[in-house]
């Protein structure tokens, strides 16, 4: 075997370990963000009514203290008392920037056994081993692989084992042309640095992933007796909080409506 022959090898060799390195990696982000994606529709799934309920009485309060601000600012001695709002309602609705509900909860995530999870999991780095586009340096090959690979992570991530197993069936994409030794070995050169980096980059977004908001809920819920607790008693203070706001708003309407009829 001639020196190139040797070290082309030696660096398909080191390629390989990276690539194992990797997909070890990728497998575990995408099962971790597969658990923070089915605790958050669990979490939403619960809050839902509570959230829904928050977001009702704030929208009193933004309504009622808009009402009470044209109230105080109007000169009712130069212009009838006003017995329709429609008009009022309308500005307020439309400059008031609502807090967002919860997302529609109809696509929920796909429930698996410990059994069917393994073979998903099995079946994940199989595919990603045959279509991660960083395996590749050839921009074209790059991108037909980077829609497949799409198609992997959304499977995986929503627990559809079906479409992972059909996607099993799927042609490989490959560089059809063949390479010198010389080119090769530059190939190899360039494809060990690039996994290198994603490596260190799949690192950095799962460690993001882990001190994240939602994940530090995740801990709290696992470690809790009461799932959801502490997170539903926030929510029930802030809407005590609005619920006591409109009723002092209210008074404050009932004084200005008073005042416009000079009582």
Not at 61 to 71: A, V
Request: glycine content about 2%; charged content about 35%.
């Amino acid at each position: 075997m001639d020196p190139l022959q040797v070290e082309i090898s030696k660096y398909q060799h080191r390629k390989d370990n990276l690539c194992d390195v990797l997909m070890e990696k990728e497998t575990q982000f995408a099962e971790y963000i597969r658990q923070l994606h089915a605790f958050e529709y669990d979490l939403l799934q619960h809050l839902a009514p509570l959230h829904r309920q928050l977001h009702r009485w704030e929208r009193r309060c933004t309504i009622t203290e808009g009402i009470i601000q044209r109230l105080e600012k109007l000169d009712w001695t130069e212009q009838e008392s006003p017995t329709e709002l429609h008009s009022w309602l309308r500005e307020i609705e439309h400059s008031s920037q609502w807090e967002e509900l919860p997302p529609n909860l109809d696509n929920s995530p796909k429930s698996l056994d410990s059994k069917e999870q393994q073979e998903a999991k099995t079946i994940y780095r199989k595919l990603a081993r045959r279509f991660h586009p960083d395996l590749v340096d050839l921009p074209d090959i790059q991108e037909r692989r980077q829609e497949v690979m799409s198609e992997i992570n959304e499977a995986y991530r929503s627990g559809d084992l079906q479409a992972l197993r059909e996607l099993e069936y799927y042609p490989d994409i490959r560089n059809p042309e063949e390479e010198e030794q010389g080119e090769k070995w530059e190939r190899l050169v360039r494809e060990i640095a690039l996994l290198q980096k994603k490596i260190v980059d799949c690192e950095r977004l799962y460690n993001e992933a882990q001190d994240s908001e939602l994940a530090a809920l995740m801990l709290l819920n696992d470690h809790s007796e009461t799932p959801f607790h502490n997170i539903e008693t926030l929510l029930r203070e802030k809407i005590q909080h609005f619920q006591d706001r409109w009723l002092r708003l209210r008074n404050r309407e009932e004084k200005c409506w008073l005042q416009v009829d000079g009582l």
